[in-house]
């Protein structure tokens, strides 16, 4: 019947309508006036560059040794930039290497943090009442177990195999990804244009995936990006402890452990990981930071 | 009375802000002077820069904007000051009170401590004297049981208590001018009433001059000697009450004034409902018997709930074509009322029949299919668009529903078809909804409720958001769809003059029941329960020597919390001894006109009003 009824003055309604702006188009614009967060991006586009493409270029492997070069400090002459350690190994190529796996990790375990932690906020934030308080509560329970003890009951399960492992911290992660979605469909659950939806006869699953997840980009990819960081601290700690990445793969966190334990012999072994790691702490949270005041410029 | 030599004196102020999308000119070279003892009107739409224009010479700007030009007062310039000594005339020479009473008050601070703050700082004052002159205040803004109020916090008093003590705050230190931003706005019209009475009082007994700034005609026809008119940025017309009232000489003035809805009918739009015809099959269409929607409102955890009776034993018939009007106060059950019809809340008991069928008992699914006729406009029309989706796939969204079938294209063509009916460009299909105004957005949820072609649409509150001008296109145009698909509105407002405009029979509601249905004119013309008579009194009028000759009706007693079981019988004392809380029947007064039982009003009058003015709606 629609189909019929308009047809009739079809001809003069042009569907080639100009694009509008949408909020999140705003903030991207916003974004990209921000410097610090755009000297961020660069450097971080940077780091996953070298990551992904440097170790190829290297003459040197991350595992094999140098044998001609054992706890060379670094030089230009002999090729090993950023010098070797005790076995011989290039510490250029080991950086690079375990940049990527710390990015690699990071990535995976909060691409499966946010997929959780959205479904299951925004679900518990919309049906509300007793689900809510049991979906809630299961939350708080996990939340209250060492975390610790989690990663080692992981390892005895998961065994070495370190992606795993880290899609299994995302899976921990995600509870506070839950509690910031619950928190903000709680409110938007409020808002009259999901009662409008309601109104017209839309069913629960399509108002949550239609009408609240997509409202919620802003606070969630502001926390996915505070996310990362951590979870590249977390794993750096891990490793310094012995739970994570095992050698001869090796990460970050692993390097800077192994730096510190000589570091008054071989300074160059600590700072080399190190700088890298803060350069990328750094470029994230300013990514992160700068994403914030995008989304929401009402706060400064 | 009137001096020569000013107050206040604003020379050529500029406001500039700085955003995101550029430097915003809010206020682009205004001057003005505020008088002695006078009160002064600042009238204008929303974005005008009404507030910005006092809030920059009090030095309170967000920090993003700029002010150029002079502010004198009493020989110094406003804007030159530094903020200790601008500190120093706030407050105390020149004081303020806001729009939200809630919010301006600190929340977790005793009344007395906030006022006694006051006066420290402004007069060093402290101990008994500060707690004399506090108390003193309080019972002049005609607050009961002053002494008590004082160790109250703000949330523990209501609304209009709230605003009162707002004003005895900034009255405390005698300034020589009050400057009130939209006073009365988030008030009920009978609070607005009783504040605007008082700020007239303060005004004639202390001399204190008033700079009112606010949108609503009526209340500058009360309350003014001298008007500015405002738009855009500037003045565009200035001059006594009278001049502007009834002298207007700006096309944009003549408009403001035409477009507010009057409730004496006199609107000079000169729009007009089609009368409702009363058809000849008797159709059964929608029928609401004795509903009632109850909440359990829990005090803690071991404690009783609380039962709030939201709505409490509605009936009413609507006719097809037919608009009914429902009125009241806030906390008075309309829109969970509204709500409980289309089975967002499900009620506590009674029934919605619609086309013969119960839509208490059905299921989900059977009641998705029904929903097909029942939309619902909603009053903020940013907030009832889903910011993240363009307005014509907001517009589209019954149809991905209910038109299954229908091709992308089609259902492409139906939007822009439905967006040229509501007045917007099809141009703008692909538009966000914050690059739309308010008004332009509430054609949009307006296109969204009626691309079904349904035929009930219920209106909660939807113009009460928009500025008058705006609001006159929009009753405009439901009145239009109205008349072209023959659609019936229940049309909730709590503003008198607006469902007047749009209603063929209005239900005045009080506490969760119906105190008083008729006709339109019936109503106005011949009002028999206290309550509305009381709200129709304490409207204002936007004209001026009306406004001055009219007598406020004043009845004893506050709107209490509808926790309180008690609280229905405040128009029947006589019953409020009783055991069980008695609730006042609905009687047919005169044929088609329904009023809830009350005592006679002479009972209910406040004693120390003079006489009673029999005639309470002008001629």
Known sequence: MIGRSYRENAADIDLTAPKGRSLKQDALRRFRNNKAAMTGVVLLILLILAASVGPSLLPFNYEDPDWSAFRVPPSIESGHYFGTDQNGRDLLARTLYGTRISLAVALVATLVSVVIGVTFGAFAGYLGGRIDQAMMRFVDIIYALPYILFVILLMVIFGRNVFLLFAAIGALEWLTMARIVRGQTLSIRQREYIEAARASGQSTPAIIFRHIIPNLVGPVVIYAALTVPEIVATESFLSYLGFGVQEPLTSLGTLIASGANVFEVMPWLLWFPAGFLVTLLLSLLFIGDGLRDAFDPKDH | ?619
């Open chain 2, 1 to 619: 009375m009137i001096a020569t030599i000013p107050l206040l004196s604003i020379r050529n102020l500029h406001v500039d802000f700085k955003t995101h999308d550029g430097l915003v000119e809010a206020v682009q070279g205004v001057s003005c002077d505020i008088l002695p003892g006078e009160c002064l009107g600042i009238v204008g739409e929303s974005g005008s820069g009404k507030s910005q224009t006092l809030l920059a010479a009090m030095g309170l700007l967000h920090r993003n904007g700029t002010a150029r030009g002079t502010v004198d007062f009493q020989g110094h310039n406003l804007l030159a000051m530094s903020r200790n000594e601008l500190n120093q005339i706030r407050g105390r020479d020149i004081s303020m009170i806001f729009q939200d009473p809630l919010t301006s008050l600190t929340p977790h601070l005793k009344i007395g401590t906030q006022m006694r703050e006051v006066l420290k700082t402004h007069q060093q004052m402290s101990g008994l004297v500060s707690d004399a002159k506090c108390l003193e205040w309080l019972e002049r803004v005609r607050i009961p049981l002053a002494g008590q109020r004082l160790r109250q916090y703000p949330h523990e008093l209501s609304g209009g208590m709230r605003q009162r003590v707002m004003i005895a705050m900034a009255m405390l230190c005698d300034p020589k001018l009050l400057i009130a931003d939209e006073p009365t706005t988030a008030l009920d019209v009978t609070i607005q009433a009783e504040i605007l009475d008082l700020m007239d009082e303060l005004r004639r007994d202390h001399g204190t001059a008033i700079a009112l700034i606010t949108h609503d005609m009526g209340v500058v026809a009360r309350m003014c000697d001298r008007i500015q008119v405002m738009r855009h940025g500037v003045y565009v017309e200035q001059g006594s009450a009278d001049d502007i009232f009834y002298r207007p000489q700006h096309d944009y003035t003549k408009m403001l004034l035409q477009a507010m809805p009057r409730l004496d009918g006199k609107s000079a739009s000169g729009r007009q409902i089609k009368p409702y015809q009363t058809r000849s099959e008797k159709a059964e269409f929608l029928t609401v018997s004795d509903l009632k929607v109850h909440f359990q409102i829990k005090n803690g955890f071991f404690a009783k709930p609380a039962v709030l009776r939201a709505v409490d034993g509605v009936s009413f018939d609507l006719r097809p074509g037919e608009t009914i009007g429902i009125v009241g106060e806030s906390g008075s059950g309309k829109s969970t009322l509204a709500r409980a019809v289309l089975q967002l809340i499900p009620p506590t008991s009674g029934t919605v029949t619609w086309l013969g069928s119960n839509l208490t008992t059905l299921d989900r699914q059977a009641m998705k299919q029904k929903r097909e006729d029942l939309q619902i406009v909603f009053q903020d029309p940013m907030a009832s668009l889903n910011p993240s989706m363009t307005i014509g796939d907001s517009i589209m969204e019954p149809l991905r529903i209910f038109r299954r079938d229908a091709t992308k294209t089609d259902r492409k063509l139906a939007v822009a078809a439905q967006m040229q009916r509501v007045g917007l460009e099809p141009s703008m299909i692909n538009r966000y909804p914050h690059e739309l105004s308010g008004g332009q957005n509430q054609r949009v949820g307006i296109a969204r409720a009626t691309i079904l072609q349904p035929k009930l649409v219920i209106c909660d509150e939807a113009v009460s958001a928009l500025d008058v001008s705006i609001q006159a296109q929009i009753l405009e145009l439901l009145g239009g769809l109205q008349a072209e698909f023959d659609l019936s509105f229940l049309f909730i407002s709590h503003d008198l003059s607006v469902v007047r405009e749009i209603s063929h029979r209005i239900m005045v509601m009080y506490q969760g029941c119906v105190v008083e249905m008729a006709d339109r004119d019936d109503l106005f013309r011949n009002p028999q329960h206290p309550y509305t008579r009381q709200l129709i009194s304490a409207v204002p009028i936007p004209d001026p020597d009306i406004e001055k000759s009219r007598k406020r009706l004043r009845l004893k007693g506050e709107l209490s919390s509808p926790l309180d079981p008690m609280a229905r019988v405040r128009f029947l004392p006589s019953r409020m001894g009783d055991e069980v809380p008695y609730l006042p029947k609905l009687q047919e007064r005169f044929p088609g006109h329904f009023v809830a039982e009350h005592d006679p009003l002479e009972d209910l009058v406040l004693d120390d009003e003079p006489e009673l003015e029999r005639d309470l709606t002008p001629s």
